[in-house]
């Protein structure tokens, strides 16, 4: 999977593209990360979860079966729905990819599953180290966007757990151990589209279709009180 610096930066750039801003943003750059939070490979979670849970199974039909279930939040682009979708999404769009990728390459070869995941992770890793975000809230805020967060089923976290994701992602320490490594399959331009890629289909296949009816409740509301 997409390392959570990976899952920020494409958050951010799809957070410009839908326009958001203050509150609304951070909840939607929470979103990003929120599916992996439960799982607690990685923050000393109160709360642990299975990942087939929180992410709604196990392969690219993650983020069908969060939509249909969510189908009202994210057609309202809520922001904290839609940046859990927008994770799952960008999940299952990496994976297949990398998996579709490699079966049809010279270094496919002869490599188990087990093999190929590693590769995987290694270059996603030194992907990460090329962005550097946190959430960067306050214990306040931490505390709203736990209330809101636990709107969305499969969460349960707490304003500390959100306040130790900030810690992680400033922790140097992982980044600076991998420092010089080189991509083993990936290369940094191909990251690059492959972001760029994701953010755009997805705002194709959820975001504008609902924008547009969002406006086009507004303008009739508009007219009605005319």
Same mark, same amino acid.
């Given at each position: 999977?997409?390392?959570?610096?990976?899952?920020?930066?494409?958050?951010?750039?799809?957070?410009?593209?839908?326009?958001?801003?203050?509150?609304?943003?951070?909840?939607?750059?929470?979103?990003?990360?929120?599916?992996?939070?439960?799982?607690?490979?990685?923050?000393?979670?109160?709360?642990?979860?299975?990942?087939?849970?929180?992410?709604?199974?196990?392969?690219?039909?993650?983020?069908?079966?969060?939509?249909?279930?969510?189908?009202?939040?994210?057609?309202?682009?809520?922001?904290?729905?839609?940046?859990?979708?927008?994770?799952?999404?960008?999940?299952?769009?990496?994976?297949?990819?990398?998996?579709?990728?490699?079966?049809?390459?010279?270094?496919?070869?002869?490599?188990?599953?087990?093999?190929?995941?590693?590769?995987?992770?290694?270059?996603?890793?030194?992907?990460?180290?090329?962005?550097?975000?946190?959430?960067?809230?306050?214990?306040?805020?931490?505390?709203?966007?736990?209330?809101? %967060? $636990?709107?969305?089923?499969?969460?349960?976290?707490?304003?500390?757990?959100? &306040?130790?994701? =900030? !810690?992680?992602? @400033? +922790?140097?320490?992982? %980044? $600076?151990?991998?420092?010089?490594?080189?991509?083993?399959?990936?290369?940094? &331009?191909?990251? =690059? !589209?492959?972001? @760029? +890629?994701?953010?755009?289909?997805?705002?194709?296949?959820?975001?504008?279709?609902?924008?547009?009816?969002?406006?086009?409740?507004?303008?009739?509301?508009?007219?009605?009180?005319?």
């Amino acid at each position: 999977m997409p390392s959570w610096n990976i899952h920020l930066e494409a958050g951010n750039r799809l957070a410009d593209k839908m326009k958001l801003s203050g509150k609304t943003r951070k909840e939607f750059l929470l979103g990003c990360l929120l599916p992996d939070i439960n799982n607690g490979y990685i923050n000393k979670v109160k709360i642990k979860k299975e990942h087939g849970e929180t992410h709604y199974a196990f392969d690219e039909k993650s983020s069908m079966n969060f939509y249909a279930e969510n189908k009202a939040h994210i057609d309202a682009l809520e922001p904290i729905f839609v940046g859990y979708l927008f994770h799952l999404y960008t999940d299952g769009y990496f994976n297949y990819d990398f998996y579709k990728s490699i079966k049809h390459s010279e270094l496919g070869d002869g490599l188990d599953h087990v093999a190929k995941r590693e590769i995987k992770h290694h270059d996603f890793w030194i992907y990460d180290m090329n962005f550097h975000h946190d959430l960067g809230v306050s214990h306040s805020e931490a505390l709203e966007l736990a209330k809101i %967060a $636990n709107k969305v089923p499969a969460t349960d976290i707490t304003a500390e757990d959100i &306040e130790d994701v =900030d !810690r992680i992602l @400033n +922790d140097t320490e992982f %980044a $600076n151990a991998m420092a010089g490594e080189a991509y083993k399959f990936y290369t940094k &331009e191909r990251l =690059d !589209r492959l972001m @760029n +890629d994701v953010i755009a289909s997805f705002m194709y296949n959820y975001v504008m279709e609902a924008q547009s009816k969002e406006g086009a409740k507004s303008a009739g509301v508009g007219k009605s009180n005319a």
